[in-house]
Nanobody, 115 residues
Framework: QVQLVESGGDVVQAGGSLRLSCVVSGSTFSRYGMGWYRQAPGNQRALVARISSGGRRNYDDSVKGRFTISRDNAKNTVYLQMSSLKPEDTGIYHC?????????WGQGTQVTVSS
């Protein structure tokens, strides 16, 4: 059974930093792309950053230059380093594993950025 468990969410002031982690179990981690999605209050879940199995990264324009996605295949973990946080970054951050026809999600971790 594939499981994704996020951690690292917190309440932080604008301009601060956080690092989110997502540990994957029950799957061959290195073979698949991983992503971080944000669900803001009243909005649909939206892609924040993605990293392919080969390490190629893509970011939403709103976070370019502030967020960095990375992965450690030895630890089955994907990270999201967030800097210069803004109130609009507030939301539940979900980790995603893209296996083509099937996607797996974690339960999410709450990030709240106060102004």
């Amino acid at each position: 059974q594939v499981q994704l468990v996020e951690s690292g969410g917190d309440v932080v002031q604008a301009g601060g930093s956080l690092r989110l982690s997502c540990v994957v179990s029950g799957s061959t981690f290195s073979r698949y792309g991983m992503g971080w999605y944000r669900q803001a209050p009243g909005n649909q879940r939206a892609l924040v950053a993605r990293i392919s199995s080969g390490g190629r990264r893509n970011y939403d324009d709103s976070v370019k230059g502030r967020f960095t996605i990375s992965r450690d295949n030895a630890k089955n973990t994907v990270y999201l380093q967030m800097s210069s946080l803004k109130p609009e970054d507030t939301g539940i951050y979900h980790c995603n594993m893209d296996r083509g026809s099937v996607r797996f999600w974690g339960q999410g971790t709450q990030v709240t950025v106060s102004s």
